[in-house]
C-alpha cells in the first residue's frame, strides 16, 4: 500500500512538473481568444487620443504580454465651466472641452426644487394624494406640491377567518 501511494505521489508530481513547464511560448500560442486584460489591468489607459498599454493574461499558454489597447471615445478628459445656474424656475447648463482632444460637448443641468417652509394644505391618505404649500425662499413665490398617497399598510388578523387589516385607515381585506 505505502508503495502505491509512493508511486501515484511521483506520477501527480511529474504530472504537475510537466504542466508547468509544458506551457507554450509565444511563438506556438499565437494567443488565439486566450489573451485577455481587465480595466484594472491597464498599465497606461487609453484616452480619446491615445492608445493605452495594458498586461495581458493567456490563459492557455499562462503567459503574461503587454497589450497594445486602442483608442476609446468614451475615455475624455472634460473639464467643465458652469454658463447658466440651475434655479428653481428654470434648468442651468454648463459646457465642457477635452483637455486631450478639444472635443466641445454642452449639457444641461436639471432644475433644482423648490425649498422653504411648507404647510401641508391637504393631508395623503392610503389611496388619495394630498398637498403642500412651499414658500419658496429662492424665486418668493408659493408653489403647490403634490404628496403621493400612502399606501395601505396591511398586518393579519386572524378572528376565524384569515383577514387583513390596515393600520392606518382600519380598511380591512380577506386574504
Known sequence: MKNMVKLF?????????????????????????????WENDFIIAPTCSTTGLAKGYCWRCE???????PVTQDRHNIVWTT?????????????GTCSLCNKHETE??????????SNIIKEPTCLLPGQREVDCTSCHQKQTEIISALGHSWRTVNSGIWKRQCSRCNEYSLI
Open 9 to 37: 505521489g511521483t506520477i501527480a508530481l511529474v504530472a504537475v512538473i510537466g504542466f508547468i513547464t509544458a506551457g507554450c511560448d509565444w511563438d506556438e500560442c499565437n494567443h488565439p481568444d486566450g489573451l485577455t486584460y
Open 63 to 69: 503567459s503574461y504580454e503587454n497589450v497594445s489597447v
Open 83 to 95: 454658463t447658466a445656474q440651475a434655479s428653481c424656475i428654470s434648468n442651468g447648463s454648463k459646457e
Open 108 to 117: 444641461s443641468i436639471n432644475k433644482l426644487p423648490h425649498y422653504g417652509p
